[in-house]
């Protein structure tokens, strides 16, 4: 597709369980981004990834969050041991080339945690 | 760590009115200040951006204000229209960073018809 695409778009799933989260971003772009939005609230930067360089994983609120960018493509979001207040949606944005360049968005996967 | 400070949280106005949403920022390592309109269920999607060599943008309806000595930016929504009822965000560069965005905690903007 054109755009960036995430799945799934909704996740249910018990405390304590494992996620995974897939961003497929737009094609040719070298950047992308996971960010956390809580209900009514803005966007918490999560990690960075910018070509082959080591990925910026300063936002990553606890070592129960990684994610992975495999080929320089798709990207995975990876949530162990999951807690309550993990729920939020979670979006994956990708760029040409980071910085002063453009972020277009995922619709972003809905993630609520029983 | 950068702050970017957005304000009103939420906002209504008539349609024809014109909607104003102000940011602040503290630092920048680079110049690119964008504004993002977000639809319920919806990624963020840029709306318009401005890089600080002019102190204004317009594009249709929307202008984005920029005041570079006061580190303040603004988004004015002329003509306002209940389509334009949506959730916006700022975004400033984000400090010690040359390729990353600070976003504001967002502004919801209704437009009563």
């Known amino acids: 597709g054109a755009g960036v695409s995430q799945s799934p778009s909704n996740k249910v799933t018990e405390k304590g369980k494992d996620v995974e989260l897939r961003c497929d971003p737009i094609?040719?772009?070298?950047?992308l981004y996971w960010y956390r939005q809580s209900l009514g609230q803005g966007l918490e930067f999560l990690i960075y990834?910018?070509?082959?360089?080591?990925?910026?994983k300063s936002g990553l609120p606890s070592d129960r969050f990684s994610a992975e960018r495999t080929g320089g493509s798709v990207s995975t979001l990876t949530i162990q041991r999951t807690q309550q207040e993990d729920s939020a949606v979670y979006l994956c944005?990708?760029?040409?080339?980071?910085?002063?360049?453009?972020?277009?968005f995922g619709d972003g996967t809905r993630l609520s945690i029983l | 760590q950068q702050q970017v400070k957005q304000s009103p949280q939420s906002l209504i106005v008539q349609k024809g009115g014109i909607s104003i949403i102000n940011c602040a920022y503290e630092?920048?390592?680079?110049?690119?200040f964008p504004w993002y309109q977000q639809f319920p269920g919806k990624g963020p999607a840029l709306l318009i951006a401005?890089?600080?060599?002019?102190s204004e943008k317009k594009e249709g309806r929307f202008t984005i204000s920029f005041n570079k000595s006061a580190k303040q930016f603004s988004l004015h929504i002329m003509d306002s229209q209940p389509g334009d009822s949506a959730t916006y965000f700022c975004?400033?560069?984000?400090?010690?960073?040359?390729?990353?965005?600070?976003f504001g905690s967002g502004t919801q903007l209704t437009v009563l018809p």
């Open positions: 990834f910018q070509g082959n360089s080591a990925p910026d």
């Open positions: 944005a990708s760029s040409r080339g980071g910085g002063n360049q453009p972020q277009h």
């Open positions: 630092n920048t390592a680079f110049d690119y």
């Open positions: 975004a400033a560069p984000t400090s010690g960073s040359a390729r990353q965005l600070t």
């Open positions: 094609s040719g772009h070298t950047a």
């Open positions: 401005i890089r600080p060599d002019v």
